[in-house]
Nanobody, 132 residues
């Protein structure tokens, strides 16, 4: 049974930091493209940051560049999102997502453009609230 379990969300003030984690099980994590989406109240889900199976960043939204860092630990089957210099507009539910489908013939490669429909595994989400 595939599971993606996020943790680390919470409430912080502007300028604060949080580190999200996503514990994966039930699939071959080391050959999966992994990443984070977020959805703010009343808005569509948007892509945040994604990472190839080899640990190379595949995508970062312009709105988080220089503030958020995605990383993974393949031995621990865990994905991370380090979020620094948080802003009120970062308030959202953050979802971990994974795909093991080969992209361009390569398993674990995150093909651009990143689309939510490319991901078959999803976590339940963790809430992040940033107050001004």
């Amino acid at each position: 049974q595939v599971q993606l379990v996020e943790s680390g969300g919470g409430s912080v003030q502007t300028g604060g930091s949080l580190r999200l984690s996503c514990a994966a099980s039930g699939f071959t994590y080391s050959t999966a493209c992994m990443g984070w989406f977020r959805q703010a109240p009343g808005k569509e889900r948007e892509r945040v940051a994604f990472i190839n199976s080899n640990g190379v960043s595949a995508y970062e939204a312009d709105s988080v560049k220089g503030r958020f860092t995605v990383s993974r630990h393949n031995a621990k089957n865990t994905l991370y999102l380090q979020m620094n210099s948080l802003k009120p507009e970062d308030t959202a539910v953050y979802y971990c997502a994974a795909t093991t489908r080969p992209a361009l013939g390569i398993r674990g490669y995150c093909v651009n453009p990143i689309k939510s429909t490319n991901f078959e595994y999803w976590g339940q989400g963790t809430e992040v609230s940033v107050s001004s």
